[in-house]
């Protein structure tokens, strides 16, 4: 159990660095270095390049692709109310701090401010408020025409949470919360494309969260121990299957549009039974 949950915590490490990577030198360092740990420790020893996921990085791309802010595409904050189980929670609280990282780099201050504030209730209902408490709050507050300063305050909040849950022996949950900020991440892509289109860089990523997802699900399998987490396993399952289908592609075609209308349908499904 001790070294899962080591294991675990070096993942998550690499996935907040990977999500600020393009703010220091050093913090890329240190990401590196985290995700070789991670393969030497237990992905290696299964032949497999284990990737984490990073939804600032997509979103940066998405930025740049030129596709505008899609207000209507996020969680609505009025919705935590509905979450009264401890996978809800969880998995909305990734939702809701994706929400919170696609405002910030769009430079949606007021957003920003609304996610981080949707995050922290939910984080207390989950006894984990450690990271979301008043003074981040307050460097939210004096930081709102600051992007980069919102981006490094959202990854300090995850850092100090992720922290918090390993030491409380609470991986589970932090792996509910990975899959919520990849479901939402990848859903979000989805509708930022107007049409389909090879040479679309949004695209060509959304084809690679096939390998993402592999990567999710076997993350998930480490904390395979409860009920919740086999449903929730299940349901990834499903979507992996759907994005198999990639595999039989040529090597000149990365993915069809069939295919992709495939993965759309199948993530929104997926997006909205988890944010219902």
């Known amino acids: 159990m001790k070294n899962r949950n080591t294991l675990f915590g070096i993942l998550v490490l690499a996935f907040v660095l990977c999500a600020c990577s393009s703010n220091t030198t050093t913090k890329t360092n240190i990401v590196e270095e985290a995700i070789l740990v991670a393969d030497d420790d237990h992905m290696k020893k299964q032949g497999t390049n ?9 979103f940066v791309l998405v930025k740049s692709s030129g596709a ?23 998995v909305n609280f ?43 709050a307050k460097r939210i507050n004096e930081n709102l025409n600051n992007i980069d300063s919102l981006i490094d305050i959202s990854t300090d909040s995850f850092y100090q ?3 918090f849950l390993n030491e409380q022996g609470m991986s589970d949950i932090m792996a509910f919360i990975m899959v919520g900020c990849w479901i939402e991440s990848t859903y979000i892509a989805f509708e930022a494309v107007d049409e389909f289109l090879l040479s679309n860089p949004i695209v060509e990523r959304i084809a ?16 395979n121990e409860s009920d919740a987490m086999q449903e929730v396993l299940e349901k990834l399952l499903e979507l992996q299957e759907v994005f198999d289908n990639l595999y039989f592609n040529s090597e000149d075609m990365l993915i069809t549009k069939t295919q992709y209308v495939d993965i759309a349908n199948k993530v929104r499904e997926l997006r909205q039974n988890f944010v219902r």
């Open 50 to 58: 284990y990737r984490i996921p990073t939804p600032l990085d997509m």
């Open 68 to 90: 505008p802010f899609i207000e209507e595409a996020l969680n609505s904050p009025l919705n935590k109310i509905h979450y009264n189980s401890t996978v809800s929670r969880s």
């Open 94 to 136: 990734g939702v809701y701090i994706t929400d919170l990282a696609y405002c910030s780099v769009y430079g949606n201050f007021q957003g920003s401010l609304i996610y981080f504030n949707a995050a922290k209730e939910i984080s207390v209902d989950l006894g984990m408020y450690e990271g979301y408490g008043e003074e981040m």
């Open 161 to 163: 949470t992720t922290n």
């Open 208 to 223: 690679d969260q096939q390998f993402l997802l592999e990567n999710l699900i076997e993350l998930c399998k480490l904390n």
